[in-house]
């Protein structure tokens, strides 16, 4: 399965972005999809994920509240809507998916610059 993600961009603090994920090849039938960030000179961080079959979410605390992530099942495809963006929002976003053997397919990421 391939990952392709996008939906990047350059946004004021306080806007909103959305991101897309689609997936290819093999399609997902369980398991679940998710999104993950890297600011410059940071580490990769968890951002939300969400059970493919159940529609279950859960997020990093620093985006509760404001980040929204969804899925498409005839689509094959995840989205995260945020919303409120501040600048430390600022990262590099990967979409991933989990089959059961831990967050091993990953999207090629896209870049996502809140200014202030």
């Known amino acids: 399965v391939q990952l392709q993600a996008c939906g990047g961009g350059l946004v004021q603090a306080g806007g909103s972005l959305r991101l897309s994920c689609g997936a290819s090849?093999?399609?997902?039938?369980?398991?679940?999809m998710g999104w993950f960030r890297q600011a410059p000179g940071k580490e990769r961080e968890f951002v939300a994920a969400i059970w493919w079959n159940s529609g279950s979410t859960y997020y990093a605390d620093s985006v509760k509240g404001r980040f929204t992530i969804s899925r498409d099942n005839g689509k094959n495809t995840e989205y995260l809507q945020m919303n409120s963006l501040k600048p430390e929002d600022t990262a590099v976003y990967y979409c991933?998916?989990?089959?059961?053997?831990?967050?091993?397919?990953w999207g090629q990421g896209t870049l996502v610059t809140v200014s202030s």
């Open positions: 991933a998916a989990n089959r059961g053997a831990g967050w091993n397919v």
């Open positions: 090849g093999r399609t997902f039938s369980s398991g679940r």
